[in-house]
């Protein structure tokens, strides 16, 4: 009989660390604006609608481009460099995971729905993260900013995501049951992309952006209905 899964994204979704994000691509480019040529600061309103669904490398290369610059290859590793520095300093700050996401996944480890990740975070500060919140046993799959050539709004991560955890599941894992959970809307069009549904939550979108986006919309994670969460699973045939 086939089955579901569930694919996280991980920042906003698991993890409450976009702000962390934001603050590191700042210090970044202001300590870097010397070689960057100018002095750059990134708005919370401008990260989180046009820099926030894509890994280190792109966001800082949108970030040189949107203000006139073409930046080398090199330039751009260097910076990304700095970020994992800071990052790894960091981390700790984000001592909780989101509200309603550990009852969540304990409920589908309970109906014995398998779950992973897809990230355009990297793997250790998944890992390091899932540890501290005792999550890391639910995830045997991960796919983070290392594994794809293409981040998001590419569906590379999440069509790898599926197929490996298709493959732990000997082949029986059904796309048109199975749903990711994401915050934004280039994730959203990422999973879309890969022919996966979309629960959408408001962490770093307003609801009225997610009800455009996300195939099941809901401001937060604690207000999803696990019964109906079961049904668009196709779990409730299975009882």
Known sequence: M???????????????????????Y???????SKAVGRVIQISSDRYYSRY???GNFEAFRLMLQD????????????????????????????????????????????RDVVCGICSGARRQEIETLLK?????????????????????????GYTLAFDRLNIQCDGILDKQRSL????????AAAAHGAELRVLGIATTSTPESVRKWADFPF????????????QWL??????
């Open 234 to 239: 196709g779990l409730s045939e299975q009882s």
């Open 132 to 156: 501290s919140f005792f999550l890391d046993r639910y995830f045997p799959v991960i796919v983070s900013i290392e594994d794809v050539r293409r981040s998001k709004p590419d569906p590379e």
């Open 2 to 24: 086939a089955k579901s899964c569930v694919i996280f994204d991980f920042d906003g979704v698991i993890a409450n660390t976009e702000e962390l994000h934001l603050a590191a």
């Open 219 to 230: 401001e937060s994670l604690q207000q999803v209905p696990l019964t109906q969460l079961d």
């Open 52 to 54: 926030i669904v894509f």
């Open 67 to 110: 203000h006139g610059i073409n930046p080398p290859k090199a330039l751009v590793e260097k910076l990304c460099t700095l970020k994992d520095k800071i990052m790894d300093g960091r981390i700790g700050q984000a001592p909780v995971a989101m509200p309603g996401v550990t009852e969540l996944i304990k409920h589908l480890a309970s």
């Open 180 to 187: 990711v959970i994401e915050d934004t809307e280039g994730g």
């Open 26 to 32: 700042n210090q970044v480019l202001l300590a870097g």
